[in-house]
């Protein structure tokens, strides 16, 4: 799950943002250097950019919420220790792809408290969204909803962003432990996240928004609920992993959010082809914390948490 995490959030960074014509022109299944980098930018002197083949803060924050899962005595419900443990891993590898305001905060603070008086915490973006794929391999579902608005608490404490992380951690989730067949996904979601006793409890706040067809005509927003449509859309448009890749780009806008959490849903998916192609797992950065780290975490997650299907 890890790996094909970082690979669609690696693909999907090329183009995050890009024009029509650029995502046209270059839209192929192999890393691209941003447009942004060739005309303003080094990718080391500017901290949205990465360089390609790199994923970005989208993967780093999900390996941070892997590692957490694997401490049998992390408390979830301490906001100061899921920040503690969200700067421990910037930290140790000051990666760039955060948004410039979040990088530099991340540089300049010291600890998870110190963090979090920095950040406002209410944001209805995709930063929640982005990292919460991989709590859906807990075999029970409350659980796998709950831990994932705690850890979206930290930071997009707003309906959509606890709600669109819910909905990623419980995509995988569907998935992983093979409750149903791909065409049945969106009706269960509508079924079992926004209806029953859960959706009206803290901190699930009641709310009109459901899941709706994503207009595929339409950008995706930097917007938690944006990038959960257009990763359901990807899913039930694809058979196979390059379609998620190549559909999640096409679409335009926060593309690397998309091709993240979709890759990591489809990546356990027995009716999407796992077909990554050569270039892009060859090209895929593997230094200290790389495609074998990625590779190792998703071992030791797997056997943390056996599928239960």
Known sequence: M????GIGDAYGSCFEMADDHFIERNNDLHYEVHPRILKRYPADKHPTLVPSGCYTDDTQMSIAIVEMMLDKNFDWFDEEA???KFLEVFKRDERRGYTPYLFLTLLNSSSGKELLSKLGGKSDKSGAFMRSAPIGVYADLAEVMEKAALQAMVTHDSW???????????????FYHGVGPKAELVPWLKETHFKGTLRAEKPFL?????VKPWNPQNRVRVHGWDCFEAAVYV???STKMSEVLLCCVGLGGDSDTVAAVAAAAASCCKEIEQDIPKQLLEGFEDGNFGHKFLADLDNQMMEAFPCVA
């Open 2 to 5: 890890l790996v094909e995490l």
């Open 160 to 174: 959509v962003g606890r709600n669109s992380a819910i909905g990623a951690a419980m995509m995988a989730h569907y």
């Open 235 to 237: 899913i039930e448009e």
């Open 82 to 84: 899921i920040a503690d």
């Open 206 to 210: 009641a709310h009109e928004e459901t």
